[in-house]
């Protein structure tokens, strides 16, 4: 082959190499787009389902508020009176209609953890995030455990609700502590989020 001709085969070898490495470039481009996009879409989901379910635990802990705080008051009255505690007493005295835990909905935070769609969210929000969730949780633990502990069938056949008084009024001392730091947690992130919600709709 003459030097020419090995001239021009380098230069093709050269040109296919060069369009290899683009195509390869090109679809790596493609595909780290691709992959941003639906990073973006599921950022994008998990924000609205926070904000839908937080606002719904927002207005569920809301509307237990008032009837918590009554409790609490009847109750410390009832204990701190001189009359005798009786169960005909304490129906007149205390309008109880069961404790009212708050259920706390969790499911946008279990599908986040699950499809990865908190590691899309930018840290400070998704840490901020976090936070709300651990706290519902503690609080659901607190209620799991003093219904778990002071309603069961053995309690309930040997005590009346006279008789479990005082633990109620501790109970209901620690929760409306917890609600209303829940209810200024909620007031901070809820436009945390709604307001990153709107930044990547843009």
């Known amino acids: 082959m003459s030097l ?10 050269f040109f296919e190499v060069a369009l290899i490495a683009v195509g ?18 599921q950022a994008r989901a998990a924000l609205r389902n926070f904000a839908d379910e937080m606002e719904a ?15 609490a008051r009847e109750l410390r009255e009832f204990l701190a009176s001189k009359e005798p505690p009786s169960d005909d007493r304490f129906n007149k005295s205390v309008h109880f209609e069961g404790l009212r ?43 799991d455990s003093f219904l778990a502990s002071a309603f069961t069938p053995a309690t309930l056949s040997s005590e009346s609700l006279k008789g479990l008084a005082p633990a109620m009024e501790i109970y209901l001392i620690e929760v ?15 436009p ?11």
């Open 4 to 13: 020419h001709g090995r001239e021009r085969s380098l230069l093709n070898l």
């Open 24 to 41: 390869v470039f090109l679809a790596l481009l493609a595909n780290n787009w691709h992959e941003n996009s639906e990073h973006r879409t």
């Open 57 to 71: 635990n927002r207005e569920a802990t809301q509307r237990n508020r008032q009837y918590h705080e009554t409790l």
């Open 101 to 143: 835990p708050v259920i706390f909905e969790h499911t946008a935070w279990d599908l986040a953890l699950a499809t990865q769609a908190l590691s899309y969210l930018k840290p400070d929000l998704a840490f901020d995030i976090s936070k709300v969730y651990t706290q519902q949780n503690a609080i659901q633990k607190l209620e």
């Open 176 to 190: 409306n502590l917890q609600e209303p730091a829940m209810m200024s947690r909620y007031e901070q992130i809820i």
């Open 192 to 202: 945390e989020v709604k307001r990153a919600l709107s930044g990547e709709a843009r």
